[in-house]
């Protein structure tokens, strides 16, 4: 059982840093639930936040699209529910973008019933107003599959060769022969490409050769100077295991390269990627089955090549935490930012104990080595995962399919602040609230949380082999009808942190370390190291970045202990690399 670390922000650094940070519960005042939540900033000069996805009916029996624009200090400028002339439109994924002379406006792709066969479909919304803009829907080689849409960008290039910019959008989603989600049927890939006003361009299918089970799907797409780089789930002929997707097309959508590989004992799958322009470098975000952890994979942009020093899964004492998000970090350049859900965790208070499943936590790391950076996080929320629908987080280990983007940094907006989407359950009532969170370069949330460390280690994997290849589709227009909801908005009570397990319960990592070790206690404010025969050999204040300084100890074993503001200290043990 876990004992929580709680946190409260200073006035000072509040108003002097990172404007206002918030945690804040969002209910529909219908006992419905919440689902599919994905987070975007709105990129018009605001620092506003649009949170999407899709709120059910108690009995998960049926399910409406909701958007909701949120202000830079966590209030709901406007909410709304969509309504389609087609049944059964689901959201599953967002993207900001603004066509010159026109308002800022979101992109949305998901799935919509046309005649009892699910078609993927694009729609605008006005980012101001939540006014409904224009739509299609769109069938994958032909009308009797089912399609879905699980990821959106807005994209600037040269979609036909003539070195002209064509803007337009890309979406990524997996095309069935089964109407509902199901492992069994045969389930590919495919990348689709439009213009502005949603005609198509070009569609490829992305597709093992497996025959035993067929379970391949893109669920994102990452921009680079020369092409895109697709994540997402495929199986291996071979094993019949689900594997990485890790394949590059140009943006014509031609096969440049493909790593896609199988490294778990029974379910992996790649969810999202960074490309930094700097280094000219893909850093990949996978979750894997064998260690129930997320991990990174570096490869070159041009060659596809894995750069095997940079590359790392995650081990750790606490499991069944699954990366959704890489970006990069706010505080220096030489690191990334991974956020993700924990499975489930529980955790007691004032004599109580507490659950919660996606529980959200943040995670950074040093880009060259994959060590955590400073303290980490996991957010400490009470939660349970409606049951009944396809697109359960936690119908399995883990997400075998879909990933939504439920963070981003303030980087876009000139602010230095992360924002997250997330879940809440209050106990004894049975309805999914939308959890949003603002918070400073420290990660930590205005409420309940505890700390969290992962240990990089080396991978090996297995390669296979991806085909890809143009494929049919078709566009329908399509019409939504945007709505006004009711809702119910209710703050964290950020009281609840003040001053309950300062040190007691706290780590200090890395272990060993070479010039600096980090905690995770709260309110700490100096320590004293000591060598094995007890004698201090350094003592002074923790930085501000909750560090102390090893590098002017000579290697070989330490004492380190640490006090808070209230004279309570713990020690432990580590090794001076």
Not at 62 to 84: A, C, E, F, M, Q
Not at 163 to 191: K, R
Request: hydrophobic fraction near 35%.
């Amino acid at each position: 059982m876990k004992i929580k670390l709680l946190f409260i922000m200073s006035t000072f650094l509040i108003v002097t840093t990172f404007g206002q940070t918030y945690q804040k519960s969002i209910n529909s005042n219908n006992q419905e639930h919440f689902h599919d939540l994905n987070i975007e900033p709105t990129l018009d000069g605001t620092s506003n936040s649009i949170v999407a996805g899709n709120l059910f009916d108690p009995s998960m029996s049926s399910y409406t699209p909701t958007i909701k624009r949120i202000d830079i200090n966590g209030n709901i400028v406007w909410l709304k529910t969509y309504i389609s002339t087609l049944p059964n439109a689901r959201i599953f994924d967002i993207a900001p973008f603004q066509l010159v002379g026109l308002p800022p406006m979101i992109a949305v792709t998901g799935s919509i019933d046309v005649g009892g066969t699910k078609n993927v479909f694009i729609a605008k919304i006005d980012a101001a107003t939540g006014a409904f803009i224009d739509a299609k829907h769109y069938d994958i080689v032909s009308p009797n599959f089912n399609s879905r849409g699980l990821h959106i960008s807005y994209v600037e290039n040269d979609v036909d060769g003539d070195a002209i910019v064509d803007p337009g959008f890309i979406v990524g989603g997996f095309f069935s022969n089964s109407y509902a989600l199901n492992t069994s049927a045969m389930n590919i890939g495919y990348v689709m490409r439009t213009d502005d006003s949603l005609s198509l361009n070009w569609t490829i299918e992305i597709d093992s050769s497996s025959t035993n089970q067929d379970f391949d799907a893109v669920n994102h797409i990452t921009e680079t100077f020369n092409g895109y780089f697709l994540t997402g789930s495929v199986n291996d002929v071979t094993t019949s295991q689900l594997g990485v997707l890790a394949q590059k097309i140009d943006f014509q959508g031609n096969l440049l390269w493909d790593k896609s590989y199988v490294f778990g004992n029974s379910q992996d799958v790649s969810v999202d990627a960074y490309f930094d322009p700097v280094t000219e470098k893909i850093y990949m975000l996978s979750n894997y089955s064998v260690s129930h952890l997320f991990g990174v994979t570096v490869f070159n942009n041009l060659t596809g090549v894995i750069d095997t020093t940079q590359t790392w899964y995650g081990a750790a004492n606490e499991v069944n935490k699954y990366g959704f998000s890489i970006m990069p970090s706010l505080t220096s350049t030489d690191n990334l930012i991974i956020t993700g859900y924990d499975r489930n965790e529980n955790w007691s208070s004032g004599g109580s104990s507490f659950s919660g499943q996606s529980n959200l936590f943040v995670y950074e790391f040093d880009k060259a080595t994959g060590i955590q950076v400073g303290p980490n996080y996991q957010f400490l929320s009470t939660h349970i995962e409606p049951t009944g629908d396809e697109f359960n987080f936690w119908n399995g280990q883990m997400p075998l399919i879909y990933y939504p983007n439920i963070s981003f940094n303030g980087e876009l907006s000139g602010v230095v602040n992360y924002f997250h989407v997330g879940y809440k359950t209050i106990p004894a009532i049975n309805f999914t609230e939308a959890e949003v969170f603002k918070t400073g370069t420290d990660k930590r949330n205005v409420c309940e949380n505890i700390g969290i460390v992962i240990n990089p280690t080396p991978l090996t994997k297995t390669d296979i082999t991806v085909m890809s290849g143009s494929t049919p589709n078709g566009e329908n227009p399509l019409i939504l009808i945007d709505n006004a909801l009711t809702f119910v908005e209710t703050d964290c009570d950020s009281s609840l942190a003040v001053n309950e397990n300062a040190v007691f319960g706290s780590t200090l990592y890395p272990n060993p370390a070479k010039d600096y070790v980090y905690t995770d206690a709260l309110n700490v404010t100096s320590y004293t190291i000591f060598n094995i025969l007890g004698k201090i050999v350094s003592n002074g204040s923790v930085k501000s970045d909750s560090s102390i300084y090893l590098g002017n100890l000579k290697k070989g074993v330490y004492f380190v202990k640490i006090q808070d503001i209230n004279n309570n200290s713990q020690s432990f043990k580590i090794i001076k690399k």
